[in-house]
């Protein structure tokens, strides 16, 4: 059974960075899979904000382009989000999610599944401004 465990949350001030890790164990499967970051403020829903797929092409939620990237260490089996030039409203708790990575024989290519299957607990980050 796979576990991600999320680190690397805090306190900023807005224009500073923060460097979030997502470690994963209990799987080799980490170097295949589709990984991705979410966060939640209150009161609000779940949003995504970068994704990654097995081959390292990597995605972002408009108001992330240009100042979040989104990594992965196969060796290490972890995941990272570095944040620069936050603002107030990147205030959120902040989870990473795995999901299902496929093989198409037709293509012969790996694609991810639509749904992410595997969570985090989540690692705070706030941003004052």
């Known amino acids: 059974q796979v576990h991600l465990v999320e680190s690397g949350g805090g306190s900023v001030q807005a224009g500073g960075s923060l460097r979030l890790s997502c470690a994963a164990s209990g799987s080799s499967a980490f170097t295949r899979r589709c990984m991705g970051w979410f966060r939640q403020a209150q009161g609000m829903q779940r949003e995504g904000v970068a994704h990654i797929d097995t081959y390292g092409n990597a995605t972002y939620e408009d108001s992330v382009k240009g100042r979040f990237t989104i990594s992965k260490d196969n060796n290490k089996n972890t995941l990272y989000l570095q944040m620069n030039s936050l603002k107030a409203e990147d205030s959120a708790m902040y989870y990473c999610?795995?999901?299902?990575?496929?093989?198409?024989?037709?293509?012969?290519?790996?694609?991810?599944?639509?749904?992410?299957?595997?969570w985090g607990q989540g690692t705070q980050v706030t941003v004052s401004s």
């Open positions: 999610a795995g999901r299902v990575v496929r093989y198409r024989s037709a293509s012969h290519d790996w694609y991810c599944d639509d749904d992410y299957t595997l």
